[in-house]
């Protein structure tokens, strides 16, 4: 099957639960809200994610330098998910490990299947509904898919990236870097080196 008809495909399956879910009842409505007006009065309480291994992070981004460009988005992925086996989601350390693992020419499936296993992060990256945007990415031709996400998603306002970055960025590289990165940022402070790792496994592989 071509490949890019199969990204749009998987995009499309990703997206097309949100409206097909049963609604709660009226009872789980209840605490759901109760819930919510509780956890909204409680002093913010920042989650702890265990301690990042910040001699290897530094010897991990240093490495970079001497990469081939063609190779440092695969070798960054491959830091993060050494690096950050204990501080992410399981599903998403074992879409890392299949996409570097994985030809490249499967990359983008690999991507969006691992994605869509964590579509929460997904929703706070974007600060959107996440399976909206997979399904809106299923109807964009593949060149414009890239724009899409920049307008949709705006990563600069994490503090990431600059919107200068992007225009040498894969979309789906970035969406991924950016749903790891809210992910730390919300337990730990991010490390120079992680930003470093998550910036480079964003960028587009030259000739690509």
Same mark, same amino acid.
């Given at each position: ?22 609604k709660p009842d009226a009872k789980a409505e209840a605490k759901s809200d109760a819930k919510a007006e ?20 530094? !010897? ?11 190779? !440092? !988005? ?16 399981? !599903? ?71 919107e200068g970055d992007l225009a040498n960025a894969d979309a789906l590289m970035g969406m991924m870097a ?31």
């Amino acid at each position: 099957m071509n490949r890019r008809l199969l990204v749009s495909l998987l995009l499309i399956s990703l997206g097309a639960c949100d409206g097909s879910e049963a609604k709660p009842d009226a009872k789980a409505e209840a605490k759901s809200d109760a819930k919510a007006e509780a956890k909204s009065e409680a002093p913010a309480k920042k989650e702890t994610l265990p301690a990042v291994d910040e001699k290897a992070a530094e !010897s991990w981004a240093a490495s970079l330098a001497e990469t081939p460009a063609d190779e !440092s !988005s695969i070798v960054a992925m491959k830091a993060l998910a050494k690096l950050e086996v204990d501080r992410l989601p399981t !599903s998403m350390v074992d879409g890392i490990v299949a996409v570097t693992e994985g030809p490249p020419d499967a990359r983008a499936v690999l991507l969006a299947k691992s994605m869509g296993e964590n579509m929460e992060l997904l929703d706070k990256a974007c600060d959107t509904d996440g399976r909206k945007l997979m399904r809106s990415l299923a109807t964009v031709a593949p060149e414009a898919r890239d724009s899409k996400v920049w307008e949709t998603c705006k990563f600069p306002r994490l503090g990431l990236v600059t919107e200068g970055d992007l225009a040498n960025a894969d979309a789906l590289m970035g969406m991924m870097a950016h749903m790891i990165f809210v992910h730390l940022d919300a337990g730990s402070t991010v490390s120079k080196p992680e930003r470093t790792l998550l910036q480079a496994m964003m960028k587009k592989t030259p000739g690509a």
